[in-house]
């Protein structure tokens, strides 16, 4: 069974330029999340999908960050425009149920603004 | 709202035991977790404790003390493996996780 999987993993883009990562979580997961971690800091969560729909958003640092999950299947994350600030690691994790114990993470998107 | 602390670095030698702190405030609880994360990788789920106790998994024990809102993930027989950030996590009201800011465990020879 394939994990959770997201893409880019790596993206260096100026600022002001559009971001948008990708994430497939596992095959059947209603959960969705995406997280984030700046360097040396704490992984923080951004916002969290049930199906498609959003039942999470509290993390979102800006009207600069939009997410999507149509269709309830794969979610994307769009940062534009993009600032400095922004770089960091985007993580995505899935998890089947609401009250399961496990939460898969992805390995990542890095981005970098410069 | 939710807040953790837990060390920010903590150093051992193979083949000791470290035991790695967490105390929490949360508005409700719903679990602690602990997960790793070696650099450059994606945090990897090692334990969760949802009721007061020890759970053990190989090398790896997890204890919860909710009345002390305390925990603690405890490394046996370290390895240079074992390297990586650590970190505890309580569930929010949502079933998403809030993370504590990690501690950065190195193992030395």
């Known amino acids: 069974e394939a994990g959770v999987t997201q893409f880019p993993s790596h993206s260096v883009i100026e600022k002001g330029q559009t971001v948008t990562l990708r994430c497939d979580p596992i095959s059947g997961h209603d959960n969705l999340y995406w997280y984030r971690r700046v360097m040396g800091k704490e992984i923080k969560f951004l916002l969290h999908?049930?199906?498609?729909?959003?039942?999470?958003e509290s993390g979102m640092p800006n009207n600069r960050f939009l997410a999507e999950r149509t269709g309830g299947t794969y979610s994307t994350l769009k940062v534009q425009p993009a600032e400095l600030e922004d770089s960091g690691v985007y993580f995505c994790?899935?998890?089947?149920?609401?009250?399961?114990?496990?939460?898969?993470f992805g390995e990542g998107s890095w981005l970098t603004v410069v | 709202g939710q807040s953790l602390e837990q060390p920010s670095e903590v150093t051992a030698v193979e083949g000791a035991i470290v035991q790695i702190n967490c105390t929490y405030q949360t508005s409700g609880f719903y679990g602690l977790s602990w997960y790793q994360q070696h650099d450059g990788g994606a945090p990897t789920f090692l334990s969760y404790?949802?009721?007061?106790g020890l759970e053990e998994t190989g090398r790896f024990s997890s204890f919860l003390s909710r009345s002390d809102s305390y925990g603690y993930l405890l490394l046996q027989e370290l390895q240079m493996k074992d390297s990586a950030s650590y970190f505890c996590?309580?569930?929010?009201?949502?079933?998403?996780?809030?993370f504590g800011k990690g501690t950065k465990l190195s193992v030395k020879p």
């Open positions: 999908f049930v199906k498609e729909s959003k039942q999470d």
């Open positions: 996590a309580v569930r929010g009201s949502q079933g998403n996780l809030i």
């Open positions: 994790a899935s998890r089947k149920g609401r009250w399961g114990n496990t939460i898969y």
């Open positions: 404790n949802a009721l007061d």
